[in-house]
């Protein structure tokens, strides 16, 4: 730490993504798609806007902003961009929260969210999730503090129906609600529509998940034009050209590919319902979700050990230190023959474990 480090950055702790340990591993950690992004990119991106980008581009970006706004059906004031739902959301935390702010936030959910305010100086305030990881909204409803609900949740992949987001939204309308929904194409349904109807709802979605694009860096948030207008009014005086006209070309032709979407998607649905029900069938226990992600509970092992045996066959899923949810591993949804190789393996070290803490008991009886 050199000397100049502004004082409000002393105690930082940097948010820990999965590890990245190259392509021998099967990498099912970050919630990363196994499938690649839309073939219409390679299409649309060619050696003229290679030479375009010795230019600005449209400062507006209005052609991506229509073309999302189409999208989810709302108008292109209800929309604002970002180079990724982390940016999207440090705009949001920037533009509306002031060091000692309280925030409303689950004690399990996407780690981003204590850092980040921890950086910032603010409060968090912890709601606890129940022991099926399940988040009750009563609380947030009772409060009068500004709030995240991820919607899935990660880690949990717990899904709250639109009815009982919008009653949190209702409860006060002086009170900011941001719904992030980093997973809502696969399975969820969307609060989106409901920003038509209330001025204190951001929603944050992604194209790093759903649309296999987690290197090209592009987030959105959809919220009434009151809010994008303050949201938009402080990046432009922040970092105005924050998306490069490669990511906007990459946006744009990912959003053209509608069947390709839904095609990977739903690939991803289907293989994660197999991968449950099998592990289910095994005894291992899963929580149900509506994401691209399983929570897995197995039955001999800990869930430690199942993470570092999987690691020593080069497979990488995430697992969590945290009380609560070291009991589990989290592992991203892959390709079908992945996860058949992944399940034989967690089989096998679930099994191993418990012959040899049985063997173990033998030995103490004798
Ligand atoms: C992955 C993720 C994000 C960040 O998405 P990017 O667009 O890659 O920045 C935000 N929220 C949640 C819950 C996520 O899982």
Redesign the pocket.
């Known amino acids: 730490m050199s000397r100049f480090l502004s004082k409000q950055f002393k105690q930082l702790t940097m948010y820990e993504a999965g590890e990245q340990l190259g392509d021998r591993y099967l990498k099912l950690n ?2 990363e798609s196994p499938y690649p992004p839309s073939p219409l990119i390679k299409e649309v991106i060619s050696s003229s806007h290679i030479n375009q980008l010795k230019r600005y581009g449209d400062i507006s970006y209005q052609a991506l902003h229509e073309a999302l706004a189409n999208q989810v059906n709302l108008a292109v004031e209800n929309v604002v961009l ?8 440090d705009l949001i935390f920037r533009t509306y929260f002031q060091p000692g702010d309280t925030l409303l936030l689950p004690n399990i ?2 780690p ?1 969210y204590e850092t980040y305010a921890n950086s910032y100086g603010y409060q968090v305030a912890e709601m606890l999730v129940d022991d099926q990881l399940q988040i009750e909204l009563s609380p947030y409803i009772e409060s009068d503090e500004p709030c995240v609900i ?1 919607n899935p ?2 880690p949990s992949g717990h899904f709250h129906p639109v009815s009982e987001i919008e009653r949190v939204v209702q409860s006060n309308p002086d009170r900011l609600v941001i719904v ?1 929904e ?2 809502i194409d696969f399975g969820g349904e969307s609060v989106a529509p409901l920003v038509k109807k209330y001025d204190n709802l951001i929603v ?1 979605q ?4 759903s649309r296999n694009l ?1 290197g090209a ?3 959105y948030a959809l919220a009434a034009p009151s809010l994008t207008e303050d949201l938009k009014k402080v990046r432009g005086t922040i970092n105005p050209f924050y998306l490069s006209e490669l990511q906007v070309l990459t946006a744009l032709a990912s959003l053209s590919d509608d069947a390709y979407f839904k095609q990977s998607t739903s690939q991803i649905m289907t293989t994660r319902d197999h991968f449950s029900h099998q592990l289910q069938a095994a005894g291992f226990y899963v929580l149900p979700s509506l994401t691209n992600f399983v929570l897995v509970k197995p039955r001999h092992i800990s869930a430690n050990d199942l993470y570092e045996g999987l690691k020593a066959q080069h497979i990488l899923v995430r697992y969590y230190t945290k009380p609560v949810i070291n009991d589990y591993v989290r592992i991203s949804i892959g390709l079908d023959h992945d996860m058949t190789r992944l399940f034989d393996m967690m089989l096998t070290l679930d099994q191993e474990n418990h012959t040899s803490v049985l063997a173990s008991m033998d030995r103490k009886l004798a």
């Open positions: 970050a919630n970002g180079a990724g739902a982390d940016d999207v959301l959910t996407y981003f991820v949740n990660a992030d980093a997973y944050v992604t194209f790093s998940k987690a860096r592009i987030g």
